[in-house]
């Protein structure tokens, strides 16, 4: 039996290999319960792979994972009945209405009238899916089909909400309502597993995040404190080409700093004498520089790489 503050999720060394590609190697990983917790990591890291696992459509090829203290394999039913998902591809009835898609996803769940109406037409009202609750499916626009995808992951009231880069997509109103969507779960006492690519998303919205690398957790922690951990807490930021960047930095080179492009930013405890330095380098040409806290960004950056050729 697993008691209130065991796990919601937890994976031991758990590996899945494709036939020539090793997606995830060896990850471990803990979500303790209420938590909102994110996915980070580059595309191809493995994150989705990993959330296939835990919600059964994947079988890792070698380790262990387990939700609500239950082997997923052997329980499936069981883990599923308790568990939302919303997979980064929308799972949906393409010629079905959205309400209808809520109503047959109710029913999977086992849920009778009037509760079944009940919770669909809440789930319409919070998603504002009014106005299109009776078109088929294939003629809503992205958004939408993201929105009714994220609802009919709510339609059993889950303990343990998975959300695949939900926000991709959403305009800001509905990704700012679904943030408070979730607060508001988090609250009630639901687990909430989350990817995104929005690293501002991350630091507002989790209470833990874990970076994941080539199929391996490379950091976790709080985002404050993995920041705090990991760079120094002013982040300088200003143009500067790379043949430019040794004679520029002359005295700073030696300083932690990422490039993207033309793009330089480097961390530092305090920026003032570095400022002064670039302006005096600069002579009359002022620069534009921006000061600013370090954020979850940069520690991504830092720690990932910048380029595109990432892992796959
Ligand atoms: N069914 C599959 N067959 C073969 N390779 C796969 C399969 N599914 C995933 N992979 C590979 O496994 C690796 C991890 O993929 P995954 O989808 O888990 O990454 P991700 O972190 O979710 O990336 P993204 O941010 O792009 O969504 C990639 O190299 C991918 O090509
Ligand atoms: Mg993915």
Known sequence: MSSPDSPVVEAKAVSKKFADRVAVDGLDLQVSPRLCFGLLGPNGAGKTTTLRM???????????????????????????????????????????????????????????????????????????????????????????????????????????????????????????????????????????????????????????????????????????????ATLAPETVEFDCSSGEEASLLDGFGSMRHVRVGRRLMLYLDDSTSLIEHIRRRDQGDRRPIVVRPTNLEDVFLSLTGTGLEGNS
Not at 88 to 114: C, K, M, T, W
Not at 116 to 135: C, T, V
Not at 189 to 212: K, N, P
Request: charge should be positive; hydrophobic fraction near 45%; charged fraction near 25%.
């Open 54 to 228: 835990i919600y059964g459509v994947t079988r890792p090829t070698s380790g262990m994972v387990r939700v609500f203290g239950m082997d997923v394999g052997r329980n499936l039913r069981a883990v599923r009945s308790r568990l939302g998902v919303t997979l980064q591809q929308n799972a949906l009835i393409e010629a079905l209405s959205p309400r209808a898609n809520l109503l047959v996803f109710g029913r999977y769940h086992l849920l009778r009238q009037p509760e079944l109406s009940r919770r669909a037409e809440e789930l319409i009202d919070f998603f504002e899916l009014r106005s299109h609750a009776d078109l088929p499916v294939r003629q809503l626009s992205g958004g939408f089909q993201r929105r009714l995808a994220i609802a009919l992951s709510l339609m059993n009231q889950p303990e343990l909400l998975v959300l695949d880069e939900p926000t991709t997509g959403l305009d800001p109103a509905v990704r700012l309502a679904l943030w408070s969507r979730i607060r508001e779960l988090r609250a009630g006492g639901t687990t909430v597993l989350i990817t995104t690519h929005y690293m501002d998303e991350a630091q507002r919205l989790c209470d833990r995040v874990a970076i994941i690398s080539a199929g391996k957790v490379i950091r976790e922690g709080a985002p404050e404190n993995l920041i705090a």
